[in-house]
């Protein structure tokens, strides 16, 4: 993840914004996801990983990123979360897949909490 702003209010934007993702990727891979990402490109930057540091390095990096996230293995619900960056930050997630509703339900409301509180 690459940050380089330095206008305050695009500096927490982006704080805002990372720490969604963050707890996102946090989340998923606690319950047995694994993780791939698609970020525009041609092939998927990531594909099925588990590994933390790869993911959120790969996230972050255009205007727009896929979380594709695979449950299989442990009989999780699967799907994709949409995220866009350049808002307000707090809206960085910006669709899901209703299979995640449950999954997102918990992160959703914290960001409802931060936002209220900023």
Known sequence: MHLGATDPKIMRRQ??????VKR???????L???????????DLAI??????DLILAELYETDTDVIILDG????LPGGNILLVYGNDGYDA????HTSLEAFLAPI???I???EAGR
């Open 24 to 30: 996102i990727v946090r989340d998923a891979l606690a």
């Open 32 to 42: 047995g996801y694994a993780i791939s990402v698609d970020n525009g490109g041609d």
């Open 47 to 52: 594909e099925g990983s588990r590994d933390r």
């Open 15 to 20: 704080q805002v914004e990372c720490r969604i």
């Open 112 to 114: 409802a909490k931060w």
């Open 72 to 75: 299989r293995g442990g009989g």
């Open 108 to 110: 959703e409301a914290d």
């Open 93 to 96: 997630i910006c669709d899901h």
